[in-house]
Nanobody, 124 residues
Framework: QVQLVESGGGSVQAGGALRHSCVVS?????????TAWFLKAPGKEREGAAA???????TYAASVKGSFTISKDNDKNILYLQMNSLKPEDAAMYYC?????????????????WGQGTQVTVSS
C-alpha cells in the first residue's frame, strides 16, 4: 500500500518562503507514475499546484508558476515543494499526491494516494 507522509508548512509573513516534503513509500516508483502537490483554500475546492513525473518533467498551475518549485529525489522517494514569495492568497492546506498513468496532472481524480495535508498560513 502506498503511503505519503508530509512535513513542512507553517506560518510565514507575506514575501517569505516555506518548503514542504513528502515521503512516498510502499510501492516502487516507476516511469508510469506522477506525483503532485495540491492545495485547498477555505471555501474552495482542492486544486493542483504542481506535478512532476518520473523523468522530471514538471507542470505548474498558472497561479504558482515562477514562485513555486516542485522537485523529487527518486532515490529517497521524497517529493518537495519550495514556495517562495508567498502571498496571503497562498494560504491553504497543501496535500501531496501520487498516481499512475496520470493524464491530466492538475486533476484531483487522477491521483489515488494522498498525504495527510499540512497547513500554510501567510500573514500580510
Amino acid at each position: 500500500q502506498v503511503q505519503l507522509v508530509e512535513s513542512g508548512g507553517g506560518s510565514v509573513q507575506a514575501g517569505g518562503a516555506l518548503r514542504h516534503s513528502c515521503v512516498v513509500s510502499g510501492d516502487e516508483y516507476t516511469r508510469h507514475d506522477c506525483t503532485a502537490w495540491f492545495l485547498k483554500a477555505p471555501g474552495k475546492e482542492r486544486e493542483g499546484a504542481a506535478a512532476i513525473d518520473y523523468e522530471g518533467y514538471t507542470t505548474y498551475a498558472a497561479s504558482v508558476k515562477g514562485s513555486f518549485t516542485i522537485s523529487k529525489d527518486n532515490d529517497k522517494n521524497i517529493l518537495y515543494l519550495q514556495m517562495n514569495s508567498l502571498k496571503p492568497e497562498d494560504a491553504a492546506m497543501y496535500y501531496c499526491a501520487a498516481g499512475r498513468y496520470v493524464a491530466d496532472r492538475m486533476q484531483v481524480n487522477e491521483y489515488h494516494h494522498w498525504g495527510q495535508g499540512t497547513q500554510v498560513t501567510v500573514s500580510s
